[in-house]
């Protein structure tokens, strides 16, 4: 499976940015899709993940501003971003797995996002 994401950027606080992230290869087994996110000294953790199209997980530190979907179609996973704060600013990866509750072996190369004060 491989993972290619797009969308990040530099952005001022309170704006907006939508990652996306387009899975191509053996994705027959691939059922969840998440977002997650590491800052420079940080673990990387978890932002938000989706089971099929329907059923959503998401950090507490971003429900409400963030929002994640999926179109099974086109095998793409997208997260829109609101109300950006500085400490969003992270470098973003997309994981594609089977099961829900570790990560799957899938990444995508990470892409920056900057949110400016």
């Known amino acids: 499976v491989q993972l290619v994401e797009s969308g990040g950027g530099l952005v001022k606080a309170g704006g907006s940015l939508r990652l996306s992230c387009a899975a191509s290869?053996?994705?027959?087994?691939?059922?969840?899709m998440g977002w997650y996110r590491q800052a420079p000294g940080k673990q990387r953790e978890l932002v938000a993940h989706?089971?099929?199209?329907?059923?959503?997980n998401y950090a507490d530190s971003v429900r409400g501003r963030f929002t994640i979907s999926r179109d099974n179609a086109k095998n793409t996973v997208y997260l829109q971003m609101n109300s950006l704060r500085p400490e969003d600013t992270a470098v973003y990866y997309c994981?594609?797995?089977?099961?829900?509750?570790?990560?799957?072996?899938?990444w995508g190369q990470g892409t920056q996002v900057t949110v400016s004060s």
């Open positions: 994981n594609a797995a089977n099961n829900w509750f570790l990560p799957g072996n899938y």
């Open positions: 989706v089971r099929g199209s329907v059923t959503t």
């Open positions: 290869g053996s994705t027959v087994s691939i059922n969840v």
